[in-house]
């Protein structure tokens, strides 16, 4: 990983914890609390989470020079698909396969950081001009 793309990835995954804790705050509350499902409580968590990190990520992360209406509407095509993958491995993990609802999230989470981060740096924020790679 090169040195810009490496502190790029850290600062991602800095933003992404403010999400993370807006999810993660939702999923405990929705479970513990609301006796909701674990997948529901999840994805509504996720897409919460979602808004904060667009902010922090389009003026800290990648300081975009896009226009909010190019960089929001691919950072949530992104997170959309990223949500399908958080909420489709919840319910398969935890309600058919019976793993315990934070292993499951953590997993999720992970997968979910390399899905955002890439699409995020080579799509959705991407400066216009700027070699595909």
């Not at 990835?9 to 909701?36: H, K, M, N, P």
């Not at 919840?90 to 999720?108: K, N, P, R, S």
Request: glycine share 14%; with cysteine.
């Amino acid at each position: 990983m090169s040195h810009s793309l490496h502190h790029q990835f850290l600062r991602f995954a800095a933003v992404g914890a403010s999400g993370t804790a807006v999810q993660y705050s939702v999923l405990w509350g929705g479970v513990e609390w609301a006796g909701i499902s674990a997948a529901f409580a999840s994805g509504i968590g996720y897409i919460l989470g979602s808004v904060v990190n667009y902010l922090l990520n389009y003026f800290f992360t990648f300081k975009s020079d896009k226009g909010h209406g190019e960089a929001a509407s691919k950072y949530f095509t992104l997170l959309g698909i990223g949500w399908c993958i958080n909420t489709g491995l919840m319910w398969l993990l935890v309600h058919q396969l019976g793993w315990y609802y934070w292993l499951a999230q953590v997993l999720a989470t992970g997968i979910g950081l390399v899905w955002n981060f890439a699409g995020s740096r080579w799509w959705a924020f991407k400066p216009a001009g700027a070699p595909t790679k």
